[in-house]
C-alpha cells in the first residue's frame, strides 16, 4: 500500500478494507490481554447485565403490589438500590479494568509490530 500524499502525486489510488476484522486479529488481541483478564471481563459483563435484568423484573414486581406499608416501600428500594449500586460498581471495575488492559495491550503490539518494521529488509 502507497501512502496516500505519495498515491496521489502519483495518481494512483490508495486502496481500502471495507468489512468486520478478521478472527485472528481479535485472537491476537486476546492473546496479548491474557486469558485470566479476558475471563474476568467476560464474567463482570455477564454479571452486570444480569443484575440490570433482575432490577428491571424487581422494579416491575415492586410496582405492581398494591397497600404496601411503609416498611415494605422502604425494604424495596433498599433492595433496588443495591442491586443497582452493585452493577454500577462492577461496571466501573470492568471499565477499569478494560482501560488498563488495553494500554497494556496496545504498548505490547506497538513494540512487536515496530521491531519488525525496523528489522525489515
Known amino acids: 500500500a502507497v501512502p496516500a500524499a505519495l ?15 478478521d478472527l485472528e486479529v481479535w485472537l491476537t488481541y ?17 454479571l452486570i447485565n444480569g443484575l440490570n435484568l433482575a432490577s428491571t423484573f424487581y422494579l416491575a414486581r ?9 416498611s415494605e416501600e422502604l ?3 433498599l433492595v433496588y438500590a443495591c442491586l443497582s449500586l452493585v452493577a454500577t ?16 495491550v496496545s ?3 506497538h513494540t512487536v509490530v515496530l521491531w519488525a518494521v525496523l528489522r525489515s529488509p
Do not use: N, P
Not at 64 to 69: G, N
Not at 89 to 104: A, G, W
Open 89 to 104: 460498581l462492577i461496571l466501573t471495575f470492568r471499565m477499569l479494568l478494560f482501560r488498563r488492559t488495553s494500554l497494556k
Open 7 to 21: 498515491a496521489a502525486a502519483s495518481g494512483e489510488e490508495e486502496e481500502r478494507q471495507i468489512g468486520a476484522l
Open 75 to 77: 425494604s424495596s428500594l
Open 107 to 109: 504498548r505490547q503490539l
Open 30 to 46: 486476546a492473546r496479548a490481554m491474557g486469558g485470566c483478564v479476558g475471563a474476568v471481563l467476560c464474567c463482570c459483563y455477564w
Open 62 to 70: 415492586w410496582s405492581a403490589q398494591k397497600d404496601t406499608t411503609e
